[in-house]
Structure formats: structure tokens, C-alpha cells
């Protein structure tokens, strides 16, 4: 395998990203908005409404525009995505018992950013695409101004289906270090940056 290109998710296609989505399993229907949407919001969103949203938080084809992740290519082929952005812009993880369990953190606070989605189209799994989105997705942060990025992976034994958050190897591989174990299942991971 080539190195794969790693592009904010901006200057990639609308259709780039739809092909991920539908050909990466559950994110098919989730579209990475699991974390975006309070509970009964989820509910009363469709699958096609919820492509919408993450076409829209992508800003795919808008250069100039915000994103809310990156795209990566593996010979051309779009191939995988993560999400990632100030933990504020993520309501769910504001309510969520994980993120904060044993820890006193500021909520609000916009210069924390958090990776909260992988996603890898069948076909191009165990590449190593998801420790190379982890990597980029802290230099995204960096360059955004962030002065800490988070994640909140599985550990141990995990399922495909399970690993969209992350592994604590996809983590640790980025720079992260685990700041807390909330479950046996589930590690807070953290880098400062400032």
C-alpha cells in the first residue's frame, strides 16, 4: 500500500464521503451524528437527514468552510474518515458518563477538541488507516488552535462494529496517553498541546 493522502474533509467530494459512509458498516446508517444529537433528536432522524447533517458539518467541496473531519485515500480510492472537533461541538459527550467519569473538566471549553468517529470502508481494513487518521486528526486540531485533543476508545477485546471510537492503539500510536478508565471496556485518552 501506498502512504495514504489525508485531506480535511472540505476538500474532498460530497460522493467521496457518501462512499465511505455506505460501504463502512454501521456508520452507514449513524453518519458519525450518534455524538451530534441528543437522544430524541437520534431518534427522529432518518438516515438520509443525518447524511445530510454530515455532508453539511463536512463542508465537503467547500474549501473555505469549516469541516468536522478527514478524509483518507488510498490510491486515489477513498478509503476512511474520522471525526474531529472542538468537544463542544458534540452535545451527546457534554451528558455522556465516559468522558467525564473521575475527572473535573470545564464541559464548555471550545480549545479541547475531541476524535470521536472512525470509519473504514470494507476493503481497505487492517492498513493501519485508522492509526493514520489519529495522527492527522491531532495535527487538524493542532492547526485549529486546539490546546488539547481527546478520545475515548475501547479496550481490550472490542468488536469491528464496536471500534468506531477508536482503540487505545489507535490512540496511543497518535500521542495520546490514557487519563482515566471509566469501565473495564472504556479508556479517556488525552494529549496536551498547549
Known amino acids: 500500500m501506498t502512504q495514504p493522502r489525508i485531506v480535511p474533509a472540505n476538500l474532498a467530494s460530497g460522493a467521496d464521503l457518501d ?30 437527514a443525518r447524511a445530510a447533517r454530515l455532508e453539511e458539518q463536512a463542508g465537503c467541496g467547500r474549501p473555505d468552510a469549516p469541516t468536522s473531519g478527514l478524509l483518507a485515500y488510498v490510491d486515489g480510492e477513498p478509503a476512511a474518515w474520522v471525526a474531529v472537533e472542538p468537544r463542544t461541538a458534540y452535545p451527546r459527550l457534554r451528558t455522556a458518563r465516559i468522558p467525564w467519569s473521575g475527572r473535573d473538566e470545564d464541559r464548555d471549553d471550545a480549545d479541547v477538541w475531541a476524535i ?12 493501519g488507516l485508522a492509526k493514520a487518521l489519529a495522527v492527522a486528526a491531532v495535527d487538524h486540531a493542532r492547526q485549529g488552535g486546539a490546546t ?42 488525552r494529549l496536551e498541546l498547549a
Open 116 to 127: 470521536t468517529c472512525f470509519v473504514v470502508r470494507k476493503g481497505f481494513r487492517g492498513l
Open 148 to 189: 488539547a485533543v481527546e478520545g475515548y476508545p475501547r479496550a481490550g477485546d472490542a468488536t469491528v462494529s464496536d471500534l468506531y471510537v477508536g482503540s487505545v492503539g489507535i490512540f496511543a500510536a497518535a500521542g495520546l496517553a490514557v487519563v482515566s478508565r471509566p469501565t473495564t471496556a472504556r479508556a479517556v485518552m
Open 19 to 48: 462512499l465511505v459512509m455506505r460501504e463502512g458498516g454501521d456508520a452507514n446508517g449513524c453518519r458519525c451524528q450518534w455524538f451530534k444529537l441528543a437522544q430524541r433528536d437520534w431518534k427522529a432522524t432518518g438516515r438520509e
